[in-house]
């Protein structure tokens, strides 16, 4: 199994062993915000902390970490293109497999610029890039997004939307991954993955989107399991909590 969408900065050594344990066998931990983003140096400290010691730190809990580097909608600086410039050379690194988390959050205009100019160096460097909804307004924030793709020409096979819910599943009319994150308290509870990966037949990556608060380590484990119960194809099973991510992240 592939975790598609964590962040191991602020989660704890004896979780990447539960994970290792519970059958993950690679984490893709990405970019967020974790402190107070106000200056690029903060950014840039961030991801050079994911490449070098995030990886490290999975290589002691036998479990492969794999890094996305990318400005976040929810907290950034106001001098963010310092950062569109200097993202090229963090992707060159081995470890980095996509530019992420980006998408919108609070749908402003300065989001939206931010996001397209992610985009676009997703486009010319032919980078899978993880594009994020929010909780609230997510129908809005995904009509935007979509119009943003269009407006880009990037290819599908780089995209996926990623924390897309019952409500949002059916907006998405083109072959981009969808993410699914199965969050309790804040996004999915696995039983409704599950269902959405048994009644639809799209490119679905699992993920637990791993953080600060309240999420489950077992998260795809437990969504794996149930949809065995539940009678999903094993097709599909196997492309949600593998496939799909390995074909995404390019592994």
Same mark, same amino acid.
Request: aromatic residues 4%.
């Given at each position: 199994m592939i975790d598609a969408h964590t962040h191991l900065d602020v989660r704890s050594f004896e979780d990447l062993e539960k994970m290792a344990l519970s059958g993950i066998e690679t984490i893709i931990t990405c970019a967020h915000d974790p402190y107070k983003m106000s200056v690029p140096e903060v950014y840039l400290d961030h991801w050079d902390r994911l490449i070098n010691l995030e990886v490290k730190r999975g290589k002691m809990a036998n479990v492969e970490v794999?890094?996305?580097?990318?400005?976040?909608?929810?907290g950034y600086p106001k001098n963010w293109d310092v950062l569109i410039k200097k993202l090229p050379e963090f992707l060159e690194n081995e470890n980095v497999v996509a530019i992420g988390e980006t998408?919108?959050?609070?749908?402003?205009?300065?989001e939206k610029n931010l996001l397209k100019e992610q985009l676009?160096?997703?486009?010319?460097?032919?980078?899978?890039?993880?594009?994020h909804t929010p909780e609230k307004n997510k129908k809005?924030?995904?009509?935007?997004?979509?119009?943003?793709? /269009? &407006?880009? %020409? $990037?290819?599908?096979?780089?995209v996926m939307i990623d924390h897309i819910n019952k409500e949002t599943v059916d907006l998405i009319d083109r072959d981009v991954y969808i993410g699914l994150t199965v969050q309790p308290s804040m996004k999915l509870t696995h039983e409704e993955a599950g269902e959405i990966i048994k009644n639809y037949d799209k490119k679905f990556i699992l993920s637990s989107d791993l953080g600060s608060l309240k999420a489950d380590i077992y998260a795809l484990p437990r969504t794996k399991l149930y949809m065995k119960k539940i009678g999903? /194809? &094993?097709? %599909? $099973?196997i492309a949600s909590t593998y496939k799909n991510a390995k074909m995404f992240y390019k592994l």
């Open positions: 794999k890094v996305a580097v990318g400005v976040h909608p929810m998408g919108l959050h609070y749908l402003n205009e300065d676009y160096l997703a486009k010319d460097l032919n980078m899978p890039i993880i594009v809005e924030a995904l009509i935007e997004i979509l119009k943003i793709l /269009d &407006e880009v %020409k $990037i290819k599908d096979e780089l999903v /194809d &094993e097709d %599909k $099973i």
